[in-house]
């Protein structure tokens, strides 16, 4: 309340001024807010529950929250020596590595899941090799957090590589010459230092594996259970009735909601702790 | 600061450059009024009625026809949702029906222009080598089949339906087979994907959607258990165009019109 009446002091103080901030920010933020106001209030007179409680809706549920969150433990596996990789070390063909790590961001995961599907597909360039040893990844869950790794690890090792290089380097060296191992190094110093960047692309990896559609629906296919996460119900749910689609969107938004406000309150934390 | 003008000015350039030469092409329909014809059609038609719409072009050179090609639940909804289109092609009468329903088409005006039947498709190299219909209930063949909700998904549910009243095929038929199912895509093209790329072992489509890849092997549904499907076309009462819409739906019903559909697969319906 007090805040908001110092902002309308601020428009009264120097208003003509001010409208050159706010009249563009509230155009954007008009377009981004009133469709999910939108769709919140459209679930409302719908039979929320009955749909948001179907058997079919919590197994896509469950399968999104058990993939995506696979998918954010290969990322740091995986992601977190190769980012410390890209932040400190120089080696041939880094800026390679680098491309290739920020492709998938921009690229439509059509195009992931078609790449996906032809590399590693059954009778894929590379798939063909792991069906003589009976192994056959396409209609599978294996697809499904292959697909959602794909298109949403980038995330983290971008933002991992960021926050270990923000770490001073003549620390780190430091400890080495004190006689702590890499592994010392990484959990007294790096891990600490650059956690809310760790953490903060964590949580953004997680939400955009939890709401990949493009690339699963090609690579991974729809089968209930399986393959059809929240993301393919609700395309599937909008064909079979607009109330289901609209109860697992409002699900959905809610989940990552969640998860946006963990990395706000983490950062925070963080913050004060650092100070 | 130069390179970040460097940055701008590209995109820029690029842009005036894709503009010029699509306004150039389209000088001499802007010389006559250009109009803009919208068609929703069911995914199946894809290819046939980009021919039609072609053909409708060049005799209608004031007119350029803008296609929406989807499964048919789907436009159905964009439409109720407000989606502006002239005619409405769908590939069953459920969602024409649902269209009258929500007073988007008017009752009595839509005609079935095409009959349609399915087929089972196999990949060129039938890696899980399937000889027969019975083969499908086989354990561990991958079929893909389109959704349920998807009238592809359903006819084809309908049609092992109607083998399984068949003691040939077993009482259990449908169910055996439906056991097998990998993926319930979204429309009946990704089926047909699915089964070319030889992910998928056998897939179920219509027998339209093989012209356009002669490369995967058939089985034919005998008439007996096969559903035929029909294909209603309906000007949409709110039509920005009523009067193309008409003449669009004269030619897909005409001679012409009709030999193109069968050139694509489908069987005519005048």
């Known amino acids: ?118 590399a590693f597909g059954r009778q894929g360039m590379f798939g063909s090799a792991l069906s003589l040893l009976g192994i056959s990844l396409p209609f599978t869950t294996t697809a499904v957090i292959m697909a959602q790794t794909f298109v949403s690890a980038p995330l983290y090792i971008r933002a991992a590589r960021i926050g270990f290089a923000e770490v001073d380097i003549q620390m780190e060296e430091a400890a080495h010459v004190e006689g702590a191992n890499q592994w010392q190094v990484f959990s007294e110093i790096m891990f600490p230092l650059a956690g809310r960047a760790l953490i903060g692309g964590a949580i953004l990896t997680w939400t955009r594996a939890l709401g990949e559609f493009g690339a699963t629906i090609l690579f991974a296919g729809n089968l209930e259970g399986v393959t059809q996460t929240m993301p393919l119900a609700i395309y599937l749910g909008f064909e079979r009735s607009l109330g289901v689609a609209i109860a697992l969107s409002v699900m959905l938004v809610g989940v990552s909601v969640v998860l946006l406000l963990l990395t706000r309150r983490l950062e925070k934390n963080h913050g004060i702790h650092q100070r | 600061m130069k390179r970040f003008f460097t940055l701008i000015l590209l995109p820029i350039i690029f842009l005036t450059a894709c503009s010029v030469v699509t306004t150039s092409s389209q000088v001499s ?67 024409m029906d649902n269209a009258i329903k929500d007073g988007l088409i008017e009752q009595n005006v839509p005609q079935i222009f095409l009959f349609n039947k399915l087929v089972v498709i196999l990949p060129p190299n039938n890696p899980a080598n399937v000889q027969t219909l019975n ?28 083998m399984s009243k068949n003691a040939d095929f077993g009482y259990d038929f449908s169910t055996r087979v439906l056991a097998n199912v990998v993926s319930n895509e979204n429309d009946v093209k990704q089926v047909v994907a699915k089964v070319q790329l030889g992910e998928a072992d056998a897939g179920i489509v219509y027998v339209s959607d093989t012209v356009a890849t002669p ?6 549904i005998p008439a007996n258990f096969n559903v035929i499907a029909k294909y209603p076309i309906a000007a949409l009462a709110q039509a920005p165009n009523p009067n193309l819409a008409t003449q669009f739906i004269t030619d897909v019903l005409s001679l012409g019109g009709q030999a193109i559909l069968k050139k694509w697969g489908f069987a005519p319906a005048q």
């Open chain 1, 1 to 118: 309340m007090n805040s908001l009446r110092r902002f309308f002091r601020r428009l009264a103080s120097n208003g003509h001024r001010d409208w050159i901030f706010i009249v563009p920010s509230l155009f954007l933020i008009a377009l981004l807010g009133l469709p999910l106001l939108a769709l919140i209030l459209r679930s409302f007179d719908q039979e929320f529950f009955s749909y948001a409680f179907s058997p079919s809706a919590l197994t896509a549920l469950r399968l999104s929250l058990v993939t995506s969150l696979i998918s954010v433990i290969i990322a740091i596996a995986f992601g977190t020596p190769l980012a410390y990789m890209l932040a400190r070390w120089k080696f041939f063909g880094k800026s390679f590595v680098e491309l290739l790590i920020d492709l998938p961001v921009v690229l439509p995961p059509s195009v992931a899941g078609l790449a996906l599907l032809i």
């Open chain 2, 135 to 162: 083969d499908l209930t086989r354990p561990g063949l991958k079929l893909v089949l389109a959704a349920d909700v998807v009238p592809a998904g359903k006819y084809a549910r309908q049609i092992l339906d109607n």
């Open chain 2, 215 to 220: 490369e995967v092997k058939i089985i034919e």
């Open chain 2, 29 to 95: 329909a802007h010389a006559t009024q250009a109009q803009i014809l919208t068609v929703f059609a069911a995914a199946s038609l894809t290819d046939a009625f980009t021919e039609i719409g072609q053909n409708f072009e060049s005799t209608h050179p004031s007119v350029t026809v803008k296609f929406n090609f989807a499964g048919s639940q789907t436009l159905r909804t964009q439409l109720e949702q407000g989606a502006v289109a002239d005619v409405f092609a769908s590939a069953n009468q459920t969602e």
